[in-house]
């Protein structure tokens, strides 16, 4: 399987670039509305197809450009099918394998961020989505997100994956790129060492951070498999529009 890392900096979102080297099918995971052209190019770059993007959840954060890929390329919309979109055109199901070419996806059913959160095991990696970060985890305080029902997902199906498995969350504001399971199960701060439930809500409960700045009109237009709605203030017009410069991350 051919795997790249992709970063995003005005989210910090990384999106994942999923390839079969015998059909040449490729899948993008989380991808961002500004670095669409950057993700076709690396697509093209190694001689590839896209096939599907995959979101893990509906993203405050961000705008998602499945739908412009899909304009570009002819390319399908694959989605967790409890979000029940109209413009998805695969149901992504839990525990139900999604392959492309030689490549196969297991999704897992992450909720406590979000009420309909998904993480994808393929190849001794899970991209975890905003369930599980390094050191860390997304936040609950929205989007039907739930502090146990968190707690729950990433200690009955994250944390029972191998040890090995190699973590790569959406996100990351430190500069980290990949984790693995076993480092999370012991060191993160949040959710690891055996750290017991009650600890984690206190936790989740006081961090006091503030209202997403472009939740108001990510949500929306996620819904509709990534348009930036009208009104976006020119101050979040960089979440819209194709950006300069994006680092492969």
């Known amino acids: 399987m051919i795997f790249r890392q992709l970063f995003e900096p005005i989210s910090s979102t990384y999106t994942y670039l999923l390839g ?6 490729a899948v993008l995971v989380d991808t961002v509305l500004p670095t669409w052209q950057r993700d076709l190019a690396e697509i093209n770059a190694l001689g590839l197809k896209l096939a599907y993007t995959i979101d893990t959840h509906i993203h405050a954060d961000h705008i998602s450009a499945a739908r412009k890929l899909k304009q570009e390329t002819g390319s399908r919309i694959a989605h967790p099918a409890l979000d ?6 695969e149901a992504l199901e839990d525990g139900r394998p999604f392959t492309f070419g030689g490549v196969t996806i297991m999704p897992l059913h992450t909720p406590g961020h979000t009420d309909n959160h998904f993480a994808y095991v393929v190849d001794r990696h899970v991209l975890t989505g905003d369930a599980l970060l390094i050191d860390g985890c997304g936040r609950t305080d929205f989007q039907n997100g739930d502090a146990p029902t968190l707690y729950r997902s990433v200690h009955h199906k994250l944390f029972t994956l191998p040890d090995d498995t190699l973590v790569y969350p959406a996100h990351d504001y430190q500069g980290r790129h990949v984790s693995s399971i076993a480092q999370e199960k012991t060191r993160n701060p949040r959710l690891g060492g055996d750290k017991p439930l009650a600890e984690f809500v206190e936790i989740m409960a006081n961090l006091n951070l503030a209202y997403p700045k472009f939740i108001d009109y990510a949500v929306p237009g996620n819904r509709l498999c990534g348009e930036c709605p009208p009104g976006v203030p020119d101050t979040l017009q960089q979440y819209c529009e194709q950006i300069a410069e994006s680092h492969q991350g």
Request: charged share 25%; glycine share 8%.
């Open 20 to 25: 079969c080297e015998t059909t040449g099918q």
């Open 84 to 89: 029940r979109l109209p413009c998805a055109d």
